[in-house]
């Protein structure tokens, strides 16, 4: 899990410092809850999340400079039966809800990122594609419905779900009417959490295009290779990785630590020079079956591709 929460480490709800209590205080108030009174253990099941469970003060678990480090490495989802990587964008305000939400979703695969404020939503969404989005409409620095519609011109292609203690009509067709694909009121179940975030991955991969076109260069996104005028060219995974990371990005400047968040999610990462030779690596092949000059150097921040490539 990659969290963000304030510069502090506090949490944006109380003003309390997070620290190691948590597992304590999760335990005593939430055995209930996804771990059964350990966070990140045990089946939950029969029980639902939501509002009706949410404390007066919630406290979690981060690193010295309040962003943890990721907890886990991506994996595909195994109940969903969707076999990729499934990057996944939780804004949640309550501590203790989103950490629960988060280890139930990662022992399921997928890779979670947890923020509790708009603006870093927004932040996140511009500098990674998620597969899908769950977004509280009750957020500390920003209203959740303008979240969801810069959101929409951000990542139009990003699924949206939101999560909100709000039942009434006019607040769900509200959420729809400003592009939610999904409305799921508090509390609620996790299987049917899970069910309907794998109906809208569903959804949202039978309609995302099968190849990406730079030019002569074609990367066939299903089959995860790389063709310049039909010819495949031979790329290691990482090369490849890094070559799409930065095709989805056109005209976006990918910084280092963008890459290495990317390719190794936080977890044994090399020096960030490392990035350097798998960009010279991707050039020299590239150049060597055909293609023109496609990435390019933005000096003292990273690399980009042009949006007209």
């Known amino acids: 899990m ?21 597992r304590a205080d999760y335990s005593e108030m939430h055995p209930h809850l996804p771990g059964g009174g350990n966070p990140g253990g045990g089946n939950g099941a029969g029980r639902s999340i939501g509002d009706a469970d ?6 979690g678990m981060m690193a010295a400079n309040g962003r943890a480090a990721p907890q886990g490495a991506p994996l595909g989802t195994r109940e969903s039966g969707i076999a990729r990587t499934t990057r996944l964008l ?3 305000d309550d501590r203790l809800l989103s950490d629960a939400l988060s280890r139930m979703l990662e022992a399921v695969g997928f890779t979670v990122y947890v923020t509790a404020f708009g603006e870093d939503a927004l932040e996140l969404a511009r500098a990674y594609r998620f597969d899908v989005v769950l977004l509280d409409l009750t957020l500390p620095d920003m209203a959740g419905h303008s979240v969801l ?7 139009p292609e990003a699924p949206v779900i939101i999560l909100s203690g709000e039942t009434a009509l006019e607040s769900k067709l ?17 299987d049917e959490l899970l069910a309907r975030v794998n109906a809208v991955l569903r959804r949202a991969r039978a309609s995302t295009p099968s190849e990406l076109v730079l030019g002569p260069l074609v990367l066939d996104l299903a089959s995860r290779r790389a063709l310049v005028s039909g010819i495949m060219v031979p790329l290691t995974a990482k090369e490849y990785a890094c070559l799409e990371f930065l095709g989805q990005r056109r005209g976006m400047t990918v910084t280092k630590e963008m890459f ?14 490392i990035i350097d030779v798998f960009i010279c690596k991707l050039r020299r092949k590239l150049a060597e079956a055909g293609s023109p000059p496609l990435i390019e150097t933005v000096w003292g921040r990273g690399y980009t591709i042009a949006n007209e490539s």
């Open 54 to 59: 949410r404390p007066g003060a919630s406290v």
């Open 90 to 92: 939780l804004v949640e």
């Open 149 to 155: 519609q810069k959101l929409r011109l951000a990542r």
């Open 260 to 273: 290495l968040q990317h390719l190794y999610g936080g977890r044994d990462e090399p020096e960030m020079k």
């Open 174 to 190: 509200e959420g729809f009417g400003e592009g939610a694909d999904d409305y799921i009121t508090k509390p609620f179940h996790r």
């Open 2 to 22: 990659v969290s963000v929460y304030g510069s502090d480490g506090r949490d944006p709800a109380d003003g309390r410092a997070h620290g190691e209590d948590f």
